[in-house]
């Protein structure tokens, strides 16, 4: 598959899985029909897999796990007695670098699984886990959050995540820059740079009211790379992100993520 119809399949994927979920909504049974066949001629989800695999290698910045382990501190890491947890939210392949450096006890997950190693789950019904063991060290949303069509999904899929970490990693945490538990985050460029709904600014002010700080950033030609580390318990009342124009401009795209709700029952940190 070249470059242009890989990007093609994968924008005319998520415009038909928006006006799906639409007509769905509001009942339009013909025009859920229609889209639905559309879907399944382009191949349906399986097809927008593929396209994404070869974007991983041509024009989507190519294995971003390769940007996180740049970022953490992996001496530090490989002193710890076990191997910190790792959950891959939309894992494409289990032959990333993270999931192959050997650092990692990997958990991958997604809606259709690709390999034997992948679970076939959707994150938003994963059990949450009841004991510290079970919970993670860090979890990887890499192209993940755009794939969701409905900003408010967005929003309780971020607030989720806080839900899986482990709120702290272990007491042998001798060094201070482990930078876990945390959240690698991977969007296109264009969701916080050419949006009329969101920003970096937006992003970090809702991922400050979930627990999160900024520690590590990057952007490239097409996407936009950070790394949030949990270092407090979210708060409810700041939980409160409806969907703003907060960049105006003709030719913007309409990318938010909308978060208002309660936050989970605070932890210990």
């Known amino acids: 598959m070249s470059r242009k119809a890989s990007r093609t399949l994968i924008n005319r994927h998520h415009q038909l ?62 002193k710890l007695s076990h191997k910190p947890r ?25 809606l259709k699984s690709q390999e034997p190693g992948i679970v076939e789950q959707d994150f938003m019904h994963r059990p949450v886990p009841n004991k510290p063991s079970d919970k993670f060290d860090i979890i990887s949303l890499s192209l993940v959050l755009n794939f ?18 482990r709120q702290n990693f272990a007491t042998e945490q001798v060094a201070t820059d482990l930078l876990f538990p945390s959240l690698f985050l991977v ?21 400050e ?5 900024l520690t590590r950033s990057k952007k490239t030609q097409k996407l936009s790379y950070s790394l949030w580390v949990r270092a407090k318990t979210a ?19 309409n990318f938010s993520v909308t978060l208002i709700g309660s936050a989970p029952a605070p932890m210990e940190i």
């Open 148 to 165: 969701i069509p409905d900003a408010e999904d967005r929003g309780r899929m971020l607030l989720r995540t806080i839900l899986f970490l």
């Open 209 to 213: 009211s979930l627990g999160y700080s």
């Open 187 to 207: 969007l296109p460029r264009s969701c916080v740079d050419n949006s009329r709904y969101f920003t970096e600014s937006r992003l970090e002010s809702l991922m």
């Open 235 to 253: 708060s409810a009342a700041a939980l409160h992100f409806p969907k703003l124009e907060v960049n105006p401009g003709r030719t913007r795209n």
């Open 86 to 110: 790792m959950l891959e939210v939309g894992s494409l392949s289990t032959h990333n670098t993270c999931s192959t450096s050997g650092i990692f006890d990997m958990v991958h997950i997604d």
């Open 17 to 78: 899985v928006k006006q799906h979920r639409k007509s769905i909504a509001e009942g339009d049974k013909v025009v859920e029909s229609v889209i639905a066949e559309e879907l399944s001629k382009l191949g349906g989800l399986e097809q927008y897999q593929q396209a994404s695999l070869q974007g991983q290698s041509i024009d989507r910045g190519g294995d971003t796990s390769k940007i996180l382990l740049e970022w953490l501190p992996i001496r530090s890491i490989k």
